[in-house]
């Protein structure tokens, strides 16, 4: 059973740690109260390739709750359509607020293995 969703994406920028940091924790603070979730954002090396990986987790993350999955990856799309500036400048005044929750992101190396994806292992 699946145990949260995953957002798998790459931004070609050089704040690109700062921008996908900013657009997870704008998205897990947003539904942090309404759906009891949690976030957790890696920035995965993977051979030669870059790219993140965004998993949010909690009692209401899963396939049963479809509608839900479906309001966190539309509000996630709505939010990267922004310009990294008008980005980064709600993010820095959302995160003024005292109750804003933040998440860091975590480094990680993953080998290629066409048997198991050890993503949710990390957990």
Known sequence: MEKGLEI????????????AEAL???VG?????????????FHITLGDNHFFK???????????HPLIEKKVKT???ELSHYNKNELLKMYH??????SFKTHYMQEKKEEYDLWQDN???YF
């Open 29 to 41: 603070n947003e539904f942090l109260n309404d759906i009891d979730i949690d976030w957790r954002i």
């Open 24 to 26: 997870t924790n704008m």
């Open 8 to 19: 798998t994406f790459k931004i070609d920028d050089e704040d690109a740690s700062v921008v």
């Open 93 to 98: 005044k959302e995160k003024k607020n005292k």
């Open 75 to 77: 509000r996630f799309d």
């Open 54 to 64: 965004i998993c949010f987790i909690g009692p209401k993350m899963t396939k049963l």
């Open 119 to 121: 993503f949710w292992s």
